[in-house]
């Protein structure tokens, strides 16, 4: 039988994957603006270690610090996205060096190989709105807040063309991180969270 | 001939027939030595030390049989006990021979002549033939039987044992089968496996193998004879990955002699070497068996933690293991600290020592958390790292648990529930349990020597012991359940776990009280894990649960309009199942056994090798079909049950939930 989408945030042992706790809320916020998918209007928080976790074929995983993940969180993941789970991981640091990102990146890379940069051109851009320049810049690249640099692509661990695991520096956990009020009174135009509409039909139509 | 010559006479031929009988029961002791060393070596290749003794073990034993026979028959010297030895088989002598060899007195010259008389009357001929014959047929029957037993040790075996040196690359025996007009020259083979140097291992060698195993790295001789019966060059060597995608590699065959020989390096992954002789072709499977990276515990800290305060000692204490041999090993940190967006993270070596090849290590170093100038809200992250000797494919690198070390900010208090760390109680309770079942279990294996009394004692015993640590569980609960201060009086989810473990070991402390150890065990291991369940949870639990909001979809819809440009999708395709295919490939090899068994033989032997990496829980058995098979036993039922196994895992692995819509 199938079941409402549910926007999933994994719970890992060490860091912070706490750090942006509205952020299904927003995401799922925008779905709901944008698109007909049958939705649960809230969130889950899973452990990524637990059998629970393989009934969310999407996960959001974000921080700000090192990451080590158990070997139980390990295996798990692993044979999450080989049964065709997908795993957004997004570095809530911006920074292009940072610990979140050098340890995410070094876990990911041990567990599915190299990551990818996933040209701007690719079908992720496309799935719902257009994006002919690739990922949206967000306010936290622009305004010079963090290392002042624009991460102009988001990279994956790629099977052939499709995505399993996509990986963003651009820090939309800070961009979706807001009140939900502050998001809903923004215009379409300018909707930072638009991406995410993407990202997650990207995900469930691969 | 008179009385006396005729007995030593007698006494000659059974001294040399002593003597013959002694020689040749020494020569079948000596042989039947090498005999059996040599089938203790094709079961279990003895390592050389062992082998270095077979020669001298053997000259010992045929010296001892020779000892022990010319002992038993000492007597042969004496005329008397030979005179007695011929009354004993001829009756009618009434003892006449053995008073004219020994008198009791001086016989008179009638009376000599009387009893040389009475010894000339008697046929003596023949008296000794029989037992003589005996003695030397059994000897020399025992000496050919060990002889024919060494005959059919094959040739490289006997040549370790006869001449043992860790180099010696024993040939196989020429071939029996000569007289073929075109002998197959793959058969039989030796394979010389030298481990790669830093392994600190011998090189071995296996005779006629279907499967070599050995570390990525090892060379591997495969070595065969006849290379001067027929075209040198129509030999021919390739090695190929078991699981395809690369065209075979061509490996150069070396003639020497009679002898061929062709070298591989032991890949990384299975690989399948495929041996030619014109017509003639052979399959060995190259089974790498990985260095396996060294296994880190971090015994202290024992888990993750959340400090009130940056104060005190944190000491660090490190187990290391590796199968070959450690490097060197390194304890890290890593310290976070920082806010909002700007993180500061620094990472420093703590401890670090390093291994000269030993398979076990320790490592401690301590944290004064005073000194490191902490802030609330700082994160420490502590792990281990150690790397073993492996210049081939590594060095393999392991790495410990990360334990978190945070100290407490109280601002997270305002969005973020803060749980007590857990009681230290829960994590000595689970070493006593696991204590607790180990002796169990040692009473169980001790029961058919103990007394019933005895085992009824040790059994209430151990009873006690449970029931004192349930009760320190029980205390452990009611500490959480009413929390002083707080005023919190109710379950957590840690005490309702408890509660449960509690509950088993209550009744693993009544099966023991009436000394029922096996239906004990099963609720003590209930017990284990559930404390083993509820130490896990606390890492996550520690810094408590996030609320979730909901979104009013509704509303949110309401002001909905889909107006964007939906792109194409495709659905996506279901992963092939490699098992599935690995089990399609052993029913076709089991459908060609009746009509072409060498067909299936190599058909089983690249499943086997797709086995290693696909459904090593099958490797095993087809491994050892393999080698029946090519005994010429039966492999019909241990094909049957590796098809099982695999059969048992395909088609059954769950999948994620479906889910609906479609924007």
New interface residues.
């Given amino acids: 039988m199938s079941k409402p989408f549910t926007f999933a945030t994994g719970i890992y042992a060490s860091g912070d994957w706490e750090s942006a706790s509205l952020v299904p809320q927003n995401v799922i916020d925008v779905l709901a603006k944008y698109t007909s998918l049958e939705l649960n209007p809230e969130g889950v928080n899973v452990r990524i270690d637990s059998p629970e976790l393989f009934e969310y074929p999407f996960l959001f995983i974000t921080g700000h610090l090192p990451v080590f993940f158990t070997p139980r969180e390990r295996a798990n993941l692993k044979e999450y996205v080989r049964r065709g789970g997908f795993l957004f991981v997004d570095d809530h640091n911006h920074d292009i060096d940072g610990v979140f990102h050098k340890t995410m990146t070094a876990e990911l890379e041990r567990m599915f190989g190299k990551l990818k940069k996933i040209p701007n051109d690719h079908r992720l851009y496309r799935a719902f709105f257009e994006f002919p320049d690739g990922p949206p810049t967000t306010s936290h690249e622009l305004n010079g807040w963090g290392d002042n640099l624009v991460h102009d692509y988001l990279m994956g661990i790629m099977d052939g063309d499709r995505i399993d695991v996509l990986y963003s520096n651009k820090d939309y956990s800070s961009e979706w991180h807001v009140k939900l009020t502050e998001n809903r009174d923004r215009r379409e135009v300018d909707d930072p969270a638009k991406i995410a509409v993407n990202i997650v039909v990207y995900a469930l139509t691969r | 001939m008179n009385a006396v010559a005729r007995v030593r006479r007698a006494r000659r031929v059974l001294l040399c027939a002593i003597a013959a009988s002694a020689i040749l029961g020494a020569a079948a002791v000596g042989v039947g030595v090498l005999v059996l060393a040599s089938a203790a070596d094709l079961l279990v290749p003895l390592p050389l030390g062992a082998r270095r003794l077979v020669l001298p073990a053997a000259a010992a034993a045929a010296a001892a049989s020779l000892l022990v026979a010319g002992w038993r028959g000492r007597n042969a010297w004496s005329l008397g006990r030979v005179a007695l030895y011929l009354e004993e088989r001829l009756p009618q002598l009434r003892f006449a021979l053995a008073t004219a060899v020994e008198p009791a007195v001086p016989p008179t010259d009638a009376a000599r002549e009387a009893l040389e008389r009475a010894v000339a009357n008697v046929d003596a001929r023949g008296a000794l033939l029989r037992p003589v014959a005996r003695a030397i047929a059994v000897r020399a029957a025992a000496l050919a039987a060990a002889l024919l037993a060494l005959a059919a040790v094959p040739a490289g075996t006997l040549a370790r044992i006869l001449d043992p040196r860790p180099e010696n690359v024993p040939l196989p025996p020429e071939p029996a089968a000569a007289v073929e007009p075109a002998p197959n020259r793959l058969a039989p083979i030796s394979v010389r496996v030298e481990p790669p140097r830093y392994a600190g291992r011998e090189p071995f060698v296996l005779e006629d193998p279907a499967t070599v195993a050995a570390l990525p790295g090892s060379r591997v001789e495969v070595r065969g004879r006849g290379a001067s019966r027929g075209a040198a060059d129509s030999l021919g060597a390739s090695v190929a990955p078991a699981s395809g995608g690369r065209q075979p590699r061509d490996l150069a065959v070396r003639v020497d002699g009679d002898a061929w020989s062709a070298a591989v390096v032991m890949p990384p992954e299975p690989a399948i070497l495929r041996l030619r002789d014109r017509a003639h072709d052979r399959l060995v499977v190259l089974e790498p068996v990985p260095d396996e990276p060294p296994i880190l515990s971090l015994l202290s800290p024992i888990r993750?933690s959340t400090f009130a305060e940056p104060k005190g000692k944190l000491d660090i204490d490190l187990q290391i293991q590796d199968d070959l041999g450690l490097a060197r090993a390194e304890i890290e940190l890593?310290y976070?600290s920082?806010g909002g967006?700007r993180?500061e993270?620094k990472r420093m070596i703590v401890g670090r020592a390093s291994f000269d090849g030993t398979r076990t290590g320790r490592l401690r170093a301590a944290i004064v958390l005073d000194t490191m100038g902490l802030r609330p809200g700082d994160?420490l992250?502590i792990?281990a790292v150690a790397w073993d000797r492996n210049d081939v494919t590594g060095p393999g690198q392991g790495e410990s648990?990360?334990r978190?070390i945070r100290i407490r900010d109280p601002r997270d208090l305002s969005?973020?529930r803060i749980t007590a760390a857990a009681a230290a109680a829960v994590d000595t309770s689970i070493i006593s349990q696991r204590m607790l079942i180990m002796r169990a279990e040692t009473l169980l294996v001790q029961k058919p020597q103990l007394e019933a009394e005895e085992y009824t004692r040790r059994s209430v015993r151990l009873s006690a012991q449970q029931g004192a640590l349930r009760q320190r569980v029980l205390s452990i609960i009611n500490e959480l359940e009413n929390v002083e201060g707080v005023g919190f009086v109710g379950h957590t989810p840690s005490s309702l776990v408890l509660r449960e473990a509690a509950e088993e070991m209550r009744a693993a402390e009544q099966e023991l009280s009436i000394a029922q150890v096996p239906v004990a065990l099963v609720h003590m291991r209930k017990a284990l894990a559930l404390l083993e369940k509820i130490r896990d949870a606390n890492?996550?639990w520690l810094?408590g649960?996030?609320t979730?909001?909901?979104?009013?979809?509704e509303r949110?819809?309401l002001?909905?309009?889909?107006r964007?440009?939906?792109?194409?999708?495709?659905?996506?395709e279901?992963?092939e199942d490699p098992r599935r295919e690995l089990l399609q490939r052993l029913n076709r090899a089991i459908a060609l056994l009746e009509s072409d068994p060498r067909a299936a033989g190599d058909s089983l032997q690249l499943v086997f090798a797709a086995s290693l990496t696909e459904a090593r829980d099958i490797s095993e058995t087809l491994g050892q079909a393999i080698e029946a098979m090519q005994r010429g036993e039966d492999v019909r039922a241990a094909l049957i049950a590796a098809r099982r196994r695999l059969e048992r895992k395909v088609g059954h692995?769950?999948?994620?939930?479906?889910?609906?819509?479609?924007?």
């Fill in positions: 993750d890593l976070t920082g967006e993180f993270t994160v992250h792990r648990e990360t978190t969005d973020v890492r996550y810094r649960l996030l979730t909001t909901p979104v009013e979809i949110v819809r002001t909905g309009r889909d964007a440009n939906v792109g194409p999708r495709d659905p996506r279901r992963p692995e769950g999948t994620l939930s479906s889910w609906f819509g479609m924007p």
